[in-house]
């Protein structure tokens, strides 16, 4: 097949940047790196790029395909090329560029490195010849967290990181719920204290985008979740972001509203909303600010009170929490959902049409199809 690309080359150290387009013959199976190979070997051997396993596991070969961070060689052309068209490929976002698609991955190190990214044992010693078991449920909370082969596409892609590149970002804070999960790691609290802090789990803006790109299933968004449910769960929770997030559930809980009125100073303080007054008056004028007294209740808020007592309840207001939810989600949009032809937020299979019970699977409430 005939498989065309646009590729940024780069050169830092003339600043020298152009974007050259090339055509190589490829066999049908190849992958994005297989044609920068050929591009390599045939055509232009300056071009600069990583590589080495070839099969999803290193995570050398991250980079950008029109606009957003692939690994090359899991990417097959075959679709790609027989549509028509030509990708753009550049670098990584985040990263300083050394050459072509080459970034610099000292401060993705640095920053993995903050997280300590090894076990502090603090657990008691199996009697001899035995070996410490985790049960599965507890294994389940970091299953994801462990897949992670530091290749950099979520940090290409990272919101936060463009506005504030202290920010940890997702791949360090993955790692960091790697150990934070670990029922054998004796640093809990000092890690969740360290990660809680500025340029840690609250900067993050939640775009998701760290979820949509990583090629290897982490989804670090979720493991900064588990982190503040975790860092909540232990009374770690002087952050703003913490307050903000303590003060939805505890709204939801009391009246099964968003109390908007009161997020601000819930989450900022008196002092500090008293500055924003003015600013609260004009939305007030506007219609825009609901007034908190009496506070609007939901019909259903029974409901939301008893959502909030069964977490307490199991346990599972923390990371394990997440994992239920994921679970139960996953379930009903992927098994009944799709078993039905139904899933999404309407109809059978849909979420508000099964009630979900831990370990079971959910079942269709009366009317809910087959
Ligand atoms: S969800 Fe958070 S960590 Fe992930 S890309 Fe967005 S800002 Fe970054
Ligand atoms: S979390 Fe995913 S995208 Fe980020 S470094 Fe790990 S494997 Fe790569
Ligand atoms: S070459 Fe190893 S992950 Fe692509």
Redesign the pocket.
């Known amino acids: 097949m005939q498989v065309g690309l646009k590729i940024w080359r780069y050169d830092s150290t003339t600043g020298d940047r152009a974007l050259k387009e090339y055509e190589v013959d490829a066999p049908e199976e190849a992958t994005l790196l297989d044609c920068l190979d050929i591009v390599k070997d045939r055509l232009d051997g300056s071009l600069a790029y990583r590589k080495s396993c070839r099969m999803m596991i290193c ?1 050398s070969c ?1 980079m950008r395909m029109d606009g957003g ?1 692939v690994l090359a060689c899991k990417v097959r052309m075959y679709d790609i090329s027989n549509a028509g068209h030509v990708p753009v490929i550049s670098a990584m976002g985040n990263l300083p560029i050394v050459k072509d698609l080459v970034v610099d991955m000292e401060p993705f190190w640095q920053k993995f490195k903050a997280m300590k990214p090894w076990l502090q044992p603090g657990y008691d010693q199996p009697a001899a010849d035995e070996e410490y078991v985790i049960s599965q449920e507890r294994m389940n909370v970091i299953h994801k967290e462990s ?9 290409s892609e990272c919101n936060s990181m463009e506005s504030d590149p202290e920010f940890l970002g ?2 360090a804070l ?1 790692k960091g719920m790697r150990f934070v999960g670990d029922p054998r790691d004796a640093a809990k609290t000092e890690r969740l204290d360290q990660y809680s802090a500025e340029h840690g789990i609250w900067d993050c803006t939640r775009c998701y985008f ?1 979820n949509e ?4 299933g ?1 989804d ?1 968004r979720d493991a900064i979740a588990k982190l503040g449910a975790e860092a909540m769960k232990a009374g770690i929770d002087e952050d703003m972001g913490a307050k903000h997030a303590k003060w939805f559930v505890h709204s939801a809980k009391t009246t099964g509203w968003l109390r908007e009125t009161e997020l601000v100073p819930k989450t900022q303080g008196i002092v500090s909303s008293i500055k924003e007054m003015k600013f609260a008056m004009g939305l007030a004028v506007k219609g825009k600010v609901p007034p908190p007294f009496p506070p609007h209740v939901a019909e259903g808020v029974k409901e939301s009170r008893a959502l909030f007592e069964l977490v307490k309840e199991q346990g599972v207001d923390g990371a394990l929490g997440i994992v239920q939810g994921e679970r139960a989600l996953s379930r009903l949009e992927h098994e009944v959902g799709h078993a039905s032809g139904g899933g999404g937020d309407t109809g059978v299979g849909s979420r508000d049409q099964a009630d979900v019970t831990p370990g079971e699977r959910p079942t269709r409430k009366p009317g809910g199809g087959a």
């Open positions: 995570g991250g961070a897949l992670c082969i530091n290749c950099g596409c979520c940090v997702p791949q993955a760290c790109r990583c090629p290897k982490v670090p």
